[in-house]
């Protein structure tokens, strides 16, 4: 199945609502979408606020390039987190400001890098494994991403930015822009002793919305 022009227009348009809120500074992050054995993805070197619909760049699941500009040289990325996601058919991948700061401070949890601060980061985030450092499209950075991916379907990378996988390219969006809200609300609490939710309200709002 190829892309039609409603889903290359979505992605225009998430590119735009990203870049407009500050969170796709410059020519970085990057989306994809999927079918059964096409992947597409934003073009490498690319402002998010300026995607061109007819130049998103197509490759098969195995990443050999098949139409419109080369391919963001993250693919490697989402390639990895649709590999653990069967079911998930769009990724989100920002260097967002707070998420990106957050990512080089010492001490986190590699199984969940921010505190529940609000029931909205348990329901659209849920866990955000921490993936160490490694170069940007290296095999290595894929490989950490990819078993991080297996218990969540979000992940922050080390001094790099945030990715989330979703059904929907909007719902992966949604996700990143979560974990940038919390970042930044993290960030505005340190050394206040701020309280988080507890385990029992957190089991109870992974009850409500699983
Ligand atoms: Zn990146």
Do not use: W
Not at 11 to 16: D, K, S, T, W
Not at 20 to 47: A, F, H, K, Q, Y
Not at 186 to 209: I, K, N, T
Request: with cysteine; hydrophobic share 35%; glycine share 8%.
């Amino acid at each position: 199945m190829s892309f039609g022009d409603a889903v290359r227009a979505q992605l225009v348009q998430l590119g735009a609502a990203l870049y407009d809120r500050g969170l796709t500074p410059g020519r970085t992050g990057n989306l994809s979408v999927r079918t059964e054995d096409e992947i597409m993805i934003t073009p490498t070197n690319t402002c998010l606020g300026r995607l061109d619909p007819d130049r998103l760049a197509v490759t098969t699941v195995d990443g050999n390039h098949v139409g419109g500009d080369p391919p963001s040289k993250e693919l490697v990325l989402h390639q990895a987190l649709y590999r653990r996601h069967p079911t998930c058919t769009a990724v989100a991948h920002v260097h967002s400001t707070s998420a990106v700061a957050v990512s080089c401070l010492p001490g986190l949890s590699s199984d969940d890098a921010l505190p529940p601060i609000t029931p909205y980061y348990v329901m659209r985030v849920g866990r955000l494994p921490l993936v160490e450092y490694a170069p940007p499209g290296s095999a290595e950075l894929s490989e950490e991403v990819s078993r991080a991916a297996e218990r969540s379907r979000s992940v922050l990378m080390r001094n790099h930015g945030s990715l989330a996988t979703a059904p929907s390219l909007e719902s992966a969006v949604d996700a990143v822009e979560e974990i940038e809200e919390t970042a930044r609300l993290y960030l505005l609490l340190d050394g206040r002793s701020p309280g988080y939710l507890g385990e029992e309200a957190v089991a109870e709002v992974r009850r409500r919305f699983p």
